[in-house]
C-alpha cells in the first residue's frame, strides 16, 4: 500500500502496527507540512515514533483510537494530550515544560526530564506507572503525581531516598543504578512511604543492609546485582518474616574490586566469559584514554584509536558468543560516549567512529 506523509510516496504493510514518523524514518518531511490524514490507511496502527516539533502529531494520534503508544524524542514546550487515547508516553526533550494526560494514561517514561518538568494526570498520578530515566543524583519527581503508586527510578552512583517525599501513596518502587557504588541514602526516610510493599534495587552494590529501616508492608525485596555480603544479612535479617527477598547477581567483594566501575560489569548475567572478555575490552579503551593528554597535538588521532579498538574488540567478542543484544549495544554506545566526553571529542565524529566500525 502507498502512503506519502509529505516526504514522497513510501509502500508500507496495511498491518503496519509501529510507524516511525521521525524525520529520519524517511516517512515525513524534516520540515513543512505533513499530512496526517495517511494515519487512516493504517488500521492496525497502534504506536507511532515521533520527534521534534509538534508539527500537528498530538492532533493526528487522538483522531486515531487504535494509537496507545507515542515515543516522543527532542520534545519541547508544553504538550496536551488529552485528547488521545494513549495508554503509554515515552517522552525525552531538554526543552519539555509540561505535559497533560489523557484519562486512559497508564505508563509514563520520560527520559532525563528537565528541571520543573509537570506533569499533569487524572487522579494526580494514582494509575499511572511512572518510570524517570534520570542517569544521575539530582531527581525530581514532577509534580502533578504525588497519588503515583509504582515507580522507576533509573539513576547515577548515588541517589537520596528524599527524592520520594512528595509521593504520598508510594507501593511500588524500582531503583537502577546506573554507575557505582549503588548507594541509596537516607534510607530513614523509607518510613515514610507507608504503603510500600514492594522494592526492587537494581546494581545497589553499595547498600548498606543494616540502614534499610523496617517497612510494615514490605512483602517484596528483590536484589538484582548486590554484594554477597549483603544478600546473606537481608536473608538471614528477613529469614521469619513474611518479605519474599530474591536475589540475582550477588558478586563477591574480589569480582567487584576489579569490576565495580566496569560498564559491561553486568553482562556476566550472560555469560561469564563475554562478560570477562567484554570488561577487559572496556579497561584497554579507559587506560589508553586515560594515558592521552587532551592538549598533546596527536590526541584526536590517539582517541580515535583508542575508541575504534574498543569497536573492534566488540565486534571480535560477538562473533565468539553473540550475545551483544539491543541493550547490549546501547549499554556499549554509553560507554563509548562516556569514554569520548573524556577528550571532549565532538559528538558528530564520535558517532561516526562507533557507526564505522560497528558489526554488532
Known amino acids: 500500500m502507498e502512503v506519502d506523509f509529505g516526504a514522497g510516496p513510501r509502500w508500507l504493510s496495511p498491518a503496519t502496527r509501529v510507524l516511525d514518523l521521525t524525520p529520519a524514518g524517511g516517512l515525513v518531511p524534516s520540515e513543512g507540512p505533513v499530512d496526517w490524514s495517511q494515519l487512516a490507511q493504517l488500521p492496525n496502527c497502534l504506536t507511532v515514533q515521533c520527534s521534534g516539533p509538534d508539527r500537528g502529531i498530538v492532533d493526528a494520534v487522538g483522531a486515531r483510537l487504535g494509537i496507545r503508544f ?44 528537565p528541571a520543573g518538568l509537570r506533569i499533569e494526570a487524572p487522579g494526580e ?42 509521593l504520598l501513596d508510594l507501593e511500588q518502587l524500582r531503583l537502577t543504578f546506573d554507575a ?37 508492608q514490605l512483602r517484596r ?43 559491561f560489569r553486568d553482562w556476566v548475567e550472560d555469560s561469564k566469559p563475554f562478560a570477562q572478555a567484554a570488561c577487559k575490552a572496556y579497561t584497554r579503551a579507559w587506560q589508553a584514554i586515560g594515558a592521552i593528554e587532551p592538549g598533546a597535538p596527536d590526541h584526536l588521532a590517539a582517541a580515535e584509536r ?14 565468539k558468543y553473540h550475545l551483544i543484544d539491543t541493550d547490549n549495544r546501547e549499554r556499549a554506545w554509553d560507554a563509548f560516549q562516556d569514554l569520548a566526553a573524556r577528550l571532549q571529542i565532538p559528538a558528530a565524529r564520535v558517532s561516526a567512529w562507533f557507526d564505522d566500525g560497528r558489526r554488532c
Open 70 to 113: 507515542l515515543y516522543w524524542s527532542d520534545a519541547a514546550g508544553d504538550l496536551d494530550l488529552r485528547r488521545t487515547h494513549l495508554g503509554t508516553v515515552r517522552l525525552d526533550g531538554a526543552q519539555l515544560g509540561s505535559v497533560r494526560l489523557p484519562r486512559m494514561i497508564e505508563t509514563v517514561l520520560v527520559i532525563r526530564p
Open 125 to 166: 498520578g494514582r494509575h499511572v506507572d511512572l518510570r524517570l530515566f534520570q542517569y544521575g543524583p539530582d531527581v525530581v519527581i514532577p509534580t502533578g503525581l504525588r497519588r503515583t503508586r509504582a515507580v522507576w527510578l533509573w539513576v547515577g552512583g548515588t541517589v537520596s531516598a528524599t527524592v520520594l517525599t512528595p
Open 180 to 216: 557505582a557504588p549503588g548507594t541509596l541514602t537516607d534510607l530513614p526516610d523509607l518510613r515514610r512511604h507507608a504503603r510500600l510493599h514492594t522494592l526492587e534495587l537494581d546494581d545497589a552494590y553499595g547498600l548498606d543492609p543494616d540502614a534499610l529501616p523496617d517497612l510494615p
Open 221 to 263: 525485596l528483590e536484589l538484582a546485582g548486590a554484594r554477597r555480603t549483603t544478600a546473606t544479612t537481608l536473608r538471614r535479617r528477613f529469614k521469619h518474616d513474611p518479605v519474599d527477598v530474591s536475589v540475582s547477581g550477588a558478586k563477591s567483594e574480589a569480582w567487584l574490586v576489579a569490576n565495580m566501575d566496569n560498564p
Open 306 to 319: 583508542a575508541l575504534r579498538g574498543l569497536v573492534s574488540d566488540l565486534n571480535t567478542i560477538d562473533s
